[in-house]
Protein backbone atom coordinates (compact mmCIF):
# COMPACT_ATOMS: atom_id res chain seq x y z
CA UNK A 1 0.00 0.00 0.00
CA UNK A 2 1.26 3.50 -0.43
CA UNK A 3 2.15 5.69 2.62
CA UNK A 4 0.44 8.42 3.47
CA UNK A 5 2.25 10.75 6.46
CA UNK A 6 0.81 14.01 8.07
CA UNK A 7 1.00 15.55 11.51
CA UNK A 8 -0.07 18.69 13.51
CA UNK A 9 0.98 20.95 16.24
CA UNK A 10 -0.22 20.57 19.76
CA UNK A 11 -0.34 24.96 19.53
CA UNK A 12 -3.88 24.68 21.55
CA UNK A 13 -6.42 23.08 23.57
CA UNK A 14 -9.04 21.98 20.17
CA UNK A 15 -8.24 21.85 16.64
CA UNK A 16 -10.41 24.29 14.57
CA UNK A 17 -13.13 23.82 12.09
CA UNK A 18 -9.96 24.33 9.04
CA UNK A 19 -7.62 21.50 10.92
CA UNK A 20 -10.96 19.69 10.71
CA UNK A 21 -12.34 19.71 7.26
CA UNK A 22 -8.75 20.86 5.80
CA UNK A 23 -6.76 17.72 6.74
CA UNK A 24 -8.26 15.24 9.51
CA UNK A 25 -11.42 14.59 7.41
CA UNK A 26 -9.07 13.02 4.88
CA UNK A 27 -6.47 11.58 7.20
CA UNK A 28 -9.81 9.21 8.57
CA UNK A 29 -10.75 8.43 4.61
CA UNK A 30 -7.17 8.02 3.54
CA UNK A 31 -6.49 5.14 5.85
CA UNK A 32 -8.71 2.84 3.88
CA UNK A 33 -6.37 2.98 0.83
CA UNK A 34 -3.25 4.06 2.56
CA UNK A 35 -0.81 2.85 5.15
CA UNK A 36 -1.42 5.76 7.02
CA UNK A 37 0.97 7.81 9.65
CA UNK A 38 -0.58 10.56 11.68
CA UNK A 39 1.72 12.72 14.39
CA UNK A 40 1.05 14.97 17.07
CA UNK A 41 4.58 17.07 16.14
CA UNK A 42 5.58 18.56 19.55
CA UNK A 43 8.82 19.89 18.58
CA UNK A 44 7.57 22.22 15.94
CA UNK A 45 5.34 23.31 18.67
CA UNK A 46 8.43 24.31 20.69
CA UNK A 47 9.06 27.30 18.18
CA UNK A 48 6.26 29.46 19.63
CA UNK A 49 8.17 28.90 23.39
CA UNK A 50 4.95 27.14 24.79
CA UNK A 51 3.94 26.91 28.30
CA UNK A 52 5.60 23.37 29.28
CA UNK A 53 2.76 22.34 30.76
CA UNK A 54 0.49 23.60 28.44
CA UNK A 55 2.19 22.05 25.92
CA UNK A 56 2.04 18.38 27.79
CA UNK A 57 -1.78 18.82 28.31
CA UNK A 58 -1.97 19.91 24.26
CA UNK A 59 -0.34 17.00 22.86
CA UNK A 60 -2.57 14.68 24.65
CA UNK A 61 -5.65 16.84 23.35
CA UNK A 62 -4.39 16.96 20.18
CA UNK A 63 -3.83 13.13 20.05
CA UNK A 64 -7.14 12.57 21.42
CA UNK A 65 -8.68 14.63 18.41
CA UNK A 66 -7.21 12.24 15.82
CA UNK A 67 -8.67 9.47 17.70
CA UNK A 68 -12.31 10.97 18.18
CA UNK A 69 -12.18 12.29 14.54
CA UNK A 70 -11.77 8.64 13.43
CA UNK A 71 -8.12 7.91 12.89
CA UNK A 72 -8.33 4.04 13.65
CA UNK A 73 -4.93 3.05 15.89
CA UNK A 74 -5.88 -0.37 14.83
CA UNK A 75 -4.79 0.22 11.34
CA UNK A 76 -2.88 3.41 11.30
CA UNK A 77 0.19 4.93 13.32
CA UNK A 78 -0.47 7.75 15.90
CA UNK A 79 2.37 8.63 17.64
CA UNK A 80 4.13 12.17 18.75
CA UNK A 81 7.09 13.44 17.40
CA UNK A 82 9.52 13.65 20.01
CA UNK A 83 9.30 9.88 20.92
CA UNK A 84 11.29 9.31 17.91
CA UNK A 85 13.98 10.97 17.83
CA UNK A 86 14.87 10.20 14.19
CA UNK A 87 12.81 13.37 12.69
CA UNK A 88 15.57 15.30 14.77
CA UNK A 89 18.32 13.69 13.87
CA UNK A 90 16.83 13.75 9.79
CA UNK A 91 16.54 17.13 10.09
CA UNK A 92 19.90 18.01 11.11
CA UNK A 93 20.96 16.07 7.67
CA UNK A 94 18.68 17.90 5.67
CA UNK A 95 19.66 20.81 6.97
CA UNK A 96 22.96 20.82 4.99
CA UNK A 97 21.08 19.83 2.11
CA UNK A 98 18.89 22.81 1.94
CA UNK A 99 20.50 26.43 0.48
CA UNK A 100 20.04 29.40 3.04
CA UNK A 101 18.19 31.23 0.30
CA UNK A 102 15.52 28.42 -0.18
CA UNK A 103 14.87 28.42 3.35
CA UNK A 104 14.85 32.11 3.07
CA UNK A 105 11.75 32.33 0.78
CA UNK A 106 9.32 30.26 3.12
CA UNK A 107 6.23 33.03 3.25
CA UNK A 108 4.81 31.40 6.34
CA UNK A 109 8.17 32.41 8.23
CA UNK A 110 7.95 35.76 6.66
CA UNK A 111 4.06 36.01 7.94
CA UNK A 112 5.25 34.95 11.16
CA UNK A 113 8.45 36.97 12.28
CA UNK A 114 6.91 39.86 10.64
CA UNK A 115 4.32 39.53 13.54
CA UNK A 116 6.58 39.03 16.33
CA UNK A 117 9.56 40.88 15.03
CA UNK A 118 13.53 39.88 14.65
CA UNK A 119 13.86 40.13 18.26
CA UNK A 120 10.94 37.86 18.86
CA UNK A 121 11.19 34.93 16.24
CA UNK A 122 14.22 32.16 16.80
CA UNK A 123 15.82 29.66 14.41
CA UNK A 124 13.81 27.25 14.32
CA UNK A 125 11.04 28.92 13.55
CA UNK A 126 13.42 29.66 10.46
CA UNK A 127 14.54 25.97 9.99
CA UNK A 128 10.81 24.37 10.74
CA UNK A 129 9.91 23.38 6.86
CA UNK A 130 13.28 21.72 7.08
CA UNK A 131 11.94 19.80 10.32
CA UNK A 132 8.42 19.27 8.58
CA UNK A 133 10.19 17.58 5.43
CA UNK A 134 11.77 15.23 7.80
CA UNK A 135 8.79 14.12 9.25
CA UNK A 136 7.74 13.00 5.76
CA UNK A 137 10.88 11.91 4.02
CA UNK A 138 11.17 9.41 7.55
CA UNK A 139 8.40 7.47 6.33
CA UNK A 140 9.20 7.09 2.47
CA UNK A 141 5.97 8.73 2.36
CA UNK A 142 3.94 8.79 -1.00
CA UNK A 143 1.05 11.68 0.26
CA UNK A 144 0.86 14.27 1.97
CA UNK A 145 -2.75 15.38 3.07
CA UNK A 146 -3.14 19.16 3.97
CA UNK A 147 -4.60 22.89 3.69
CA UNK A 148 -3.02 25.23 1.12
CA UNK A 149 -0.94 27.00 3.56
CA UNK A 150 1.18 23.70 3.67
CA UNK A 151 1.71 23.78 -0.44
CA UNK A 152 4.69 26.00 -0.43
CA UNK A 153 7.10 23.19 2.70
CA UNK A 154 5.79 20.15 1.16
CA UNK A 155 7.33 22.06 -2.37
CA UNK A 156 10.76 22.07 -0.47
CA UNK A 157 10.18 18.26 0.82
CA UNK A 158 9.75 17.31 -2.61
CA UNK A 159 13.02 19.47 -3.41
CA UNK A 160 15.02 17.68 -1.09
CA UNK A 161 13.88 14.55 -2.00
CA UNK A 162 15.00 14.90 -5.30
CA UNK A 163 18.30 16.26 -3.90
CA UNK A 164 18.88 13.55 -2.24
CA UNK A 165 18.24 10.90 -4.82
CA UNK A 166 20.31 13.18 -7.64
CA UNK A 167 23.69 13.22 -4.73
CA UNK A 168 23.18 10.24 -2.80
CA UNK A 169 21.79 7.89 -5.69
CA UNK A 170 18.26 6.75 -6.75
CA UNK A 171 16.46 5.39 -4.00
CA UNK A 172 17.52 7.46 -1.43
CA UNK A 173 14.47 9.65 -0.64
CA UNK A 174 10.42 8.96 -1.78
CA UNK A 175 9.50 12.15 -3.51
CA UNK A 176 6.13 12.83 -1.70
CA UNK A 177 3.04 14.20 -3.23
CA UNK A 178 0.91 16.99 -1.77
CA UNK A 179 -2.75 16.06 -1.41
CA UNK A 180 -4.86 18.78 -1.65
CA UNK A 181 -8.31 19.02 -1.39
CA UNK A 182 -9.74 22.07 -3.66
CA UNK A 183 -13.80 22.65 -1.63
CA UNK A 184 -12.17 22.36 1.85
CA UNK A 185 -8.03 23.16 1.03
CA UNK A 186 -8.65 26.73 2.58
CA UNK A 187 -11.27 27.15 5.59
CA UNK A 188 -12.08 31.01 6.07
CA UNK A 189 -12.63 32.82 9.26
CA UNK A 190 -15.94 34.00 9.98
CA UNK A 191 -14.77 37.35 10.99
CA UNK A 192 -12.51 38.05 8.33
CA UNK A 193 -13.23 35.83 5.16
CA UNK A 194 -10.46 36.43 3.13
CA UNK A 195 -8.33 35.14 5.94
CA UNK A 196 -7.59 31.48 6.93
CA UNK A 197 -9.14 30.37 9.55
CA UNK A 198 -5.90 30.21 11.97
CA UNK A 199 -5.12 29.20 15.98
CA UNK A 200 -2.84 31.91 15.51
CA UNK A 201 -4.14 35.01 13.54
CA UNK A 202 -7.64 35.28 14.42
CA UNK A 203 -9.01 37.28 17.39
CA UNK A 204 -11.25 33.98 18.47
CA UNK A 205 -14.02 35.27 17.54
CA UNK A 206 -13.74 33.74 13.70
CA UNK A 207 -12.52 30.08 14.95
CA UNK A 208 -14.85 27.25 15.09
CA UNK A 209 -12.73 25.33 17.99
CA UNK A 210 -14.33 21.72 17.51
CA UNK A 211 -14.21 21.19 21.06
CA UNK A 212 -16.10 24.03 22.35
CA UNK A 213 -19.23 24.57 23.81
CA UNK A 214 -22.25 24.48 21.50
CA UNK A 215 -23.61 27.30 22.03
CA UNK A 216 -20.69 28.98 21.72
CA UNK A 217 -20.15 27.44 18.39
CA UNK A 218 -23.83 28.23 17.06
CA UNK A 219 -23.06 31.43 18.21
CA UNK A 220 -19.66 32.38 16.50
CA UNK A 221 -22.00 31.27 13.10
CA UNK A 222 -24.66 33.34 13.77
CA UNK A 223 -22.62 36.20 14.22
CA UNK A 224 -20.44 35.43 11.34
CA UNK A 225 -19.53 38.55 8.63
CA UNK A 226 -21.64 38.19 5.73
CA UNK A 227 -21.66 40.65 2.16
CA UNK A 228 -23.57 43.59 1.77
CA UNK A 229 -26.45 42.26 -0.74
CA UNK A 230 -28.58 39.41 0.18
CA UNK A 231 -28.32 37.46 -2.46
CA UNK A 232 -26.67 33.71 -1.17
CA UNK A 233 -24.91 33.02 -4.43
CA UNK A 234 -20.89 31.67 -4.56
CA UNK A 235 -18.50 34.29 -5.43
CA UNK A 236 -15.41 34.20 -3.75
CA UNK A 237 -14.62 37.95 -4.65
CA UNK A 238 -17.71 39.81 -4.34
CA UNK A 239 -19.06 37.40 -1.12
CA UNK A 240 -16.27 36.52 0.45
CA UNK A 241 -19.05 36.16 3.89
CA UNK A 242 -21.48 33.67 2.30
CA UNK A 243 -18.68 31.58 -0.05
CA UNK A 244 -16.78 30.69 3.43
CA UNK A 245 -20.48 29.60 4.89
CA UNK A 246 -21.58 28.04 2.13
CA UNK A 247 -18.23 25.79 1.74
CA UNK A 248 -18.59 24.82 4.94
CA UNK A 249 -22.06 24.35 4.86
CA UNK A 250 -21.30 21.79 1.91
CA UNK A 251 -18.64 20.01 3.60
CA UNK A 252 -20.25 19.04 6.17
CA UNK A 253 -23.82 18.47 4.76
CA UNK A 254 -22.79 16.77 1.55
CA UNK A 255 -24.91 19.05 -1.09
CA UNK A 256 -22.89 20.50 -3.58
CA UNK A 257 -22.79 24.04 -3.49
CA UNK A 258 -24.97 24.38 -6.30
CA UNK A 259 -27.59 22.70 -4.84
CA UNK A 260 -27.26 24.62 -1.25
CA UNK A 261 -27.49 27.90 -3.56
CA UNK A 262 -30.81 26.21 -5.24
CA UNK A 263 -31.96 25.25 -2.10
CA UNK A 264 -31.52 29.13 -0.16
CA UNK A 265 -32.75 31.06 -3.39
CA UNK A 266 -34.96 33.97 -2.40
CA UNK A 267 -33.80 33.40 1.75
CA UNK A 268 -31.55 35.64 3.77
CA UNK A 269 -28.86 35.37 4.95
CA UNK A 270 -30.03 34.49 8.58
CA UNK A 271 -31.72 31.65 7.33
CA UNK A 272 -28.66 30.05 6.25
CA UNK A 273 -26.80 31.32 9.23
CA UNK A 274 -29.27 29.43 11.54
CA UNK A 275 -29.13 26.30 9.89
CA UNK A 276 -25.44 26.27 9.48
CA UNK A 277 -24.81 26.49 12.84
CA UNK A 278 -28.06 23.64 13.78
CA UNK A 279 -25.66 21.15 11.18
CA UNK A 280 -21.97 22.02 12.56
CA UNK A 281 -23.34 21.46 16.08
CA UNK A 282 -24.52 18.33 15.43
CA UNK A 283 -21.66 17.43 12.63
CA UNK A 284 -19.16 18.51 15.66
CA UNK A 285 -21.14 17.04 18.74
CA UNK A 286 -20.13 12.76 18.77
CA UNK A 287 -16.73 14.29 17.60
CA UNK A 288 -16.37 16.24 20.73
CA UNK A 289 -18.19 13.68 22.59
CA UNK A 290 -15.16 10.98 21.50
CA UNK A 291 -12.53 13.41 22.37
CA UNK A 292 -13.67 14.22 25.78
CA UNK A 293 -13.66 10.32 26.22
CA UNK A 294 -10.22 10.15 25.44
CA UNK A 295 -9.04 12.96 27.21
CA UNK A 296 -10.63 11.24 30.53
CA UNK A 297 -8.78 7.99 29.78
CA UNK A 298 -5.02 9.32 29.90
CA UNK A 299 -3.86 5.71 30.46
CA UNK A 300 -5.37 4.60 27.37
CA UNK A 301 -4.48 7.22 25.40
CA UNK A 302 -0.46 7.03 26.28
CA UNK A 303 -0.91 3.24 25.65
CA UNK A 304 -1.90 4.07 22.08
CA UNK A 305 0.82 6.94 21.44
CA UNK A 306 3.29 4.13 23.13
CA UNK A 307 2.71 1.31 20.63
CA UNK A 308 2.39 4.10 17.70
CA UNK A 309 6.09 5.42 18.71
CA UNK A 310 7.56 1.70 18.35
CA UNK A 311 5.82 1.23 15.72
CA UNK A 312 7.02 4.33 13.67
CA UNK A 313 10.45 3.91 15.68
CA UNK A 314 10.64 0.81 13.54
CA UNK A 315 9.95 2.56 10.25
CA UNK A 316 12.23 5.41 11.07
CA UNK A 317 15.60 3.99 11.92
CA UNK A 318 15.57 2.21 8.99
CA UNK A 319 15.00 5.11 6.95
CA UNK A 320 17.70 6.89 8.78
CA UNK A 321 20.54 4.26 8.29
CA UNK A 322 20.27 4.26 4.77
CA UNK A 323 20.46 7.75 4.82
CA UNK A 324 23.38 8.36 7.14
CA UNK A 325 25.27 5.17 5.37
CA UNK A 326 24.48 7.20 2.24
CA UNK A 327 26.11 10.17 3.16
CA UNK A 328 29.07 8.51 4.59
CA UNK A 329 28.76 8.21 8.32
CA UNK A 330 30.43 5.52 9.97
CA UNK A 331 27.80 3.31 11.61
CA UNK A 332 28.09 2.77 15.53
CA UNK A 333 28.65 -0.81 15.80
N1 LIG B 1 -8.01 27.41 7.59
C1 LIG B 1 -7.59 26.22 7.19
N2 LIG B 1 -8.23 25.60 6.17
C2 LIG B 1 -7.82 24.37 5.75
N3 LIG B 1 -6.80 23.69 6.32
C3 LIG B 1 -6.15 24.27 7.34
N4 LIG B 1 -5.12 23.87 8.11
C4 LIG B 1 -4.85 24.84 9.02
N5 LIG B 1 -5.68 25.88 8.86
C5 LIG B 1 -6.51 25.56 7.83
C6 LIG B 1 -4.44 22.59 8.00
O1 LIG B 1 -4.49 21.94 9.27
C7 LIG B 1 -3.27 21.25 9.51
C8 LIG B 1 -2.69 21.79 10.81
O2 LIG B 1 -1.36 22.02 10.77
P1 LIG B 1 -0.60 22.77 11.92
O3 LIG B 1 -0.96 22.22 13.23
O4 LIG B 1 0.83 22.76 11.52
O5 LIG B 1 -1.17 24.25 11.89
P2 LIG B 1 -1.04 25.42 10.81
O6 LIG B 1 -0.97 24.92 9.43
O7 LIG B 1 0.08 26.31 11.23
O8 LIG B 1 -2.44 26.17 10.92
P3 LIG B 1 -3.20 26.60 12.23
O9 LIG B 1 -3.75 25.34 12.84
O10 LIG B 1 -4.23 27.60 12.01
O11 LIG B 1 -2.09 27.26 13.09
P4 LIG B 1 -1.38 28.68 12.87
O12 LIG B 1 -2.16 29.63 13.70
O13 LIG B 1 -0.03 28.44 13.43
O14 LIG B 1 -1.38 29.05 11.42
C9 LIG B 1 -2.40 21.45 8.27
O15 LIG B 1 -2.58 20.39 7.37
C10 LIG B 1 -2.96 22.73 7.69
O16 LIG B 1 -2.74 22.85 6.31
Known amino acids: KP ?43 LTVAPDPSELERRTRRTAAQFLAAGVDPERSIVFVQSHV ?42 TY ?7 ILLYDTNLVPVGEDQRQHLELSRDLAERLNTRLGEGSAVVPEAYIVKETAKIYDL ?4 KKMSKSAS ?14 VAKA ?19 PGVSSLLSIYSAI ?45 PDRLDSVLADGADKARGIAQ ?10 GLVPAT
Open 129 to 135: PILMAAD
Open 191 to 194: QEPT
Open 253 to 297: DGRSIEQLVADYEGKMYGHLKVDLADAVVEYLTPVRDAAMEWIGS
Open 318 to 327: ETLARLYDRV
Open 203 to 216: NGKGLIEILEDPKK
Open 3 to 45: RVFSAMQPTSDSLHLGNYLGALVQWVKLQDTHDAIYGVVDLHA
Open 85 to 126: PEHAQLAWLLSTFTGMGEAGRMTQFKDKSAKVGESGTNVGLF
Open 221 to 239: IKSAVTDTGSEIRFDREAK
